[in-house]
């Protein structure tokens, strides 16, 4: 594991080198905060609560999220793989003990500690404006069973991500694919609206897909949208889909090997 950790503080030291890019994003985040609330605002006008849930208890829903993103999301991990197979970069680590999906996130993890810092500040930066609409529960459980949660999303997004970037050694351009990928998760992984919102046999459906998995679920549990049984049975799906997401990104690469001509690098 030591090769993996060297990894990791040299993913933090790269990432640091860019941190006005997460600085920027942060900024970024701050201004969609503040659409997300003048637009569920106007959607609340004139009623006391959507779905059984007030404007306070959305709009912490949607802060949670962003929030979530900084330390969970896969943002470029899939074109900087692509860009290591094009460019021939991957073929150092075909000669090498190096194992590259376990490289890939440890590189991931260190990306999200700077990314998660900076969307901390931004979040320091927004509660003076909107301290008076969040309402968080109290309850333990939630943190107890919200933070493994939050650690088997992160494993989901970065294996799709993954599997998207594995593309590369078939197709010489990724980008359509992503974006399609992109849309699905915004959609079906609640950042557009809270799930729970959707019709009742919608919902338990998406219950069964991935994408539920990667910002509804955890969110879900911290700000208090669904129970404790709730989040048992899902956490027993959404690690059984981290392990069948792990398992199809190490097929993908083992296949993948099979097309990749070792030129460059």
């Known amino acids: 594991m030591t090769k993996y950790g060297h990894a990791f503080v040299i993913g933090l030291q790269s990432n640091l080198i860019y941190r006005w890019n997460f600085a920027v994003r942060s900024l970024f985040w701050f201004f969609h905060l503040v659409v997300v609330f003048i637009l569920w605002g106007a959607v609340f006008a004139g009623k006391a609560g959507i779905g059984g849930f ?57 990306a999200r500690v700077v990314s998660g810092f900076f969307g901390v500040l931004a979040l320091a930066a927004a509660l003076p404006f909107f301290r008076g609409y969040l309402d968080l529960p109290h309850e333990g459980w939630r943190l107890a069973l919200g933070l493994p949660a939050m650690a088997l999303t992160a494993v989901i997004q970065f294996s799709i991500a993954y599997c998207f970037g594995l593309l590369a050694f078939w197709f010489l351009e990724i980008q359509g694919f992503v974006i399609l990928s992109m849309a699905v998760e915004n959609l079906l992984g609640g950042q557009i609206f809270p799930l729970d919102l959707l019709p009742h046999a919608a919902f338990n459906a998406a219950r069964f897909l991935p994408f539920f998995y990667q910002a509804y679920f955890p969110a879900a549990i911290l700000t208090g949208r669904q129970g404790i049984d709730f989040a048992v049975q899902g956490l027993a799906i959404q690690a059984a889909w981290a392990f069948i997401l792990v398992c199809l990104a190490e097929a993908i690469w083992r296949r993948g090997l099979r097309h990749h001509t070792a030129a460059g690098g």
């Open 54 to 110: 007030t404007f306070a208890q959305t709009l912490t829903y949607f802060v949670v999220v962003f929030i979530l993103q900084f330390f969970i999301g896969a943002f470029n991990e899939d074109y900087q793989i692509s860009e290591d197979i094009r460019n021939g970069l991957i073929n150092q680590f075909l000669l090498k003990p190096i194992n590259y999906f376990a490289y890939r996130l440890s590189v991931f993890a260190a």
